[in-house]
């Protein structure tokens, strides 16, 4: 009788973790859907955004003698530092999601570190800061509990040390990785670089073409306050990105748990059962043993 008991309380346990499970998932559905269409429209603002700096870029560097002067766009084949960004949650249960940036970030690290660059760490979210600190590798900001909410203002703050470093002359690169919302059962991880801003696609043709009415000396000081704006609310956006694939993950991965302790539900039944018709085929023995044996 004592393996029944233990194979029930098995059962129990397993019945309330599948209850919690089920839970979770409808809670990461319906955060999802908010996620989702939130995304969805930070998704065409921000590619308005880097419509527009490509276009004046194009203009500059097509009109004028030298190209463009600016930083933002000088492009650097051998950087001697660089700032890594990287999104993680804060929260876990939610599959490979945040192991996958960890290692996006670990392999940008060794890349460089090949190079002898100097590399600098800044981090979104408790999962992937607590990581590198309990791996005892410094980060030079970490920030929790804004990857779970994104804010615009947290966001822009958290970005303009990096700029300020970037336009001083203290790193040459600026990269950003997280893992990104691409459906609703699948992650798209990203390692972008945000500064320099890239002006390998640029096409003199198309900025014949321009529709934007802008005055030649206006061009590169509204390029400049353009690629602030830039980068902050493509870190914004990560944030938001990274926010819904996190919820997909989760939900992924509680579906998943739900249904493998289901299976599990079922195998204890059955071993139950089995051990129940063991118990009583022994006890049927006895007892026609004691029959028999006072006849």
Known sequence: ??????????????????????????????????AEELAKRSRLFAQKTNQVIAEIASRIHCNKVGGIDSRSFVQNDAPKSIDIIFVTADKGLCGG????????????????????????IRGIGKKGVEYFAFNQVELLDGVKNLSSAPDMQRSSEFMTRSIKDFNDGVVDAVYLVYNGYKNIITQELHV??????????????????????????????????????????????????????EHSARMQAMDAATNNAKEMVKSLTVKFNKARQESITTELIEIISGVESMK
């Open 1 to 34: 009788m004592a393996n029944l008991k233990e194979i029930q309380r098995q059962i129990k346990s397993v019945s309330n973790t599948q209850k919690t499970t089920r839970a979770m998932k409808m809670v990461s559905t319906a955060k999802l859907r908010r």
């Open 97 to 120: 999601f945040n192991i996958q940036t960890i290692k996006a970030v670990k392999r940008l690290m060794a890349e460089y570190e090949n190079k002898d660059v100097n590399i600098r």
């Open 192 to 245: 972008n670089r945000l500064l320099p801003v890239s002006i390998e696609n640029i096409d003199c043709e198309s900025a014949k073409d321009s529709v934007l009415e802008l005055e030649a000396f206006d061009e590169e000081k509204m390029l400049d306050s353009l690629v602030t704006k830039y980068v902050e609310y493509n870190m914004y956006y990560a944030l938001i990105d990274s926010v819904a694939a």
